[in-house]
C-alpha cells in the first residue's frame, strides 16, 4: 500500500525557514518523480514544485521560484521542501503526491497525495 | 501558464440524478487533463486521467470527455460519497501543472 506521510509543518515568522519532509513507502520511491502540491485554507490547489526520481531535475511555480528548494533522498525513500523567505501568503496545507507514471520526468499526473503538512505565516 | 476555468462554481444535485462538470483550458492540452475529488479534510484522489481514463477502483459511474480545451466530468447517478469539490488539473504545458478553481457538487 502506498502511503506518503508529510511532516515539519508549524507557525514561522515572515522571512523564517521551515523543512518539510515526506516519507514514503509501498512502492519503488526512486522510480517517481514526485511533487508538492498546496492549497491555502478555503482555497483550490496549487502545485508549488516537483523532482524527477532519478536524475533530480527540480521544477517550481514562479511565486517560490528562488525561496523554494526541493530535494530527495532515495536511500530513505524522502522527499524534502525546504522553504525560506517565507510569505504570508505560503500560508497553506502542503502536500506531496507520487507521480502516476514511473521512470519520466515530472509529469504532474499525482495518483498518491499524502495528508499534508500546515505551514502557517504568521507574526 | 494554462489557465484552468471550471464551470459551475457550485452544484447542486439530488441524489440520484445526473452531474455534468466542465473545465476549460485557456489553451491546448490535448488530452492531459485529470480530475480529482476532494472531500473535507482529506488529500485529493485521482478519478480520471488522459481525459477519460478511470483511475483504479474509480466506480463506472465517473465519465470523463473532451480533448484540446473542453473538457467535462460526467458523474452518472450522483451517490451520497460523491458529494465533494472536483478538480481538474492539465499536466501538458508545464511546468507548472494548474488546477481549475474547483466545482462544488452539493446536495440539492
Known amino acids: 500500500e502506498v502511503q506518503l506521510l508529510e511532516s515539519g509543518g508549524g507557525l514561522v515568522q515572515p522571512g523564517g525557514s521551515l523543512r518539510l519532509s515526506c516519507a514514503a513507502s509501498g512502492f519503488t520511491f526512486s522510480n517517481y518523480a514526485m511533487s508538492w502540491v498546496r492549497q491555502a485554507p478555503g482555497k483550490g490547489l496549487e502545485w508549488v514544485s516537483g523532482i524527477s526520481g532519478i536524475d533530480y531535475n527540480t521544477y517550481y511555480a514562479d511565486p517560490v521560484k528562488g525561496r523554494f528548494i526541493v530535494s530527495r533522498d532515495n536511500s530513505k525513500n524522502t522527499l524534502y521542501l525546504q522553504m525560506n523567505s517565507l510569505r504570508a501568503e505560503d500560508t497553506a496545507l502542503y502536500y506531496c503526491a507520487k507521480d502516476f507514471h514511473p521512470f519520466v520526468v515530472v509529469s504532474g499526473l499525482l495518483d498518491y497525495w499524502g495528508q499534508g503538512a500546515l505551514v502557517t505565516v504568521s507574526s | 501558464e494554462t489557465v484552468m476555468t471550471q464551470s459551475p462554481a457550485t452544484l447542486s444535485v439530488s441524489p440520484g440524478n445526473r452531474a455534468t462538470l466542465s473545465c476549460r483550458a485557456s489553451?491546448?492540452?490535448?488530452?492531459?487533463l485529470a480530475w480529482y475529488q476532494q472531500k473535507p479534510g482529506q488529500a485529493p484522489r485521482l478519478l480520471i486521467y488522459?481525459?477519460?481514463t478511470r483511475a483504479s477502483g474509480v466506480p463506472a459511474r465517473f465519465s470523463g470527455s473532451g480533448s484540446g480545451t473542453e473538457f467535462t466530468l460526467t458523474i452518472s447517478s450522483l451517490q451520497s460519497e460523491d458529494f465533494a469539490v472536483y478538480y481538474c488539473q492539465q499536466y501538458s504545458n508545464w511546468p507548472p501543472v494548474t488546477f481549475g478553481g474547483g466545482t462544488k457538487v452539493d446536495i440539492k
Open positions: 488522459a481525459a477519460s
Open positions: 489553451q491546448s492540452v490535448g488530452v492531459n
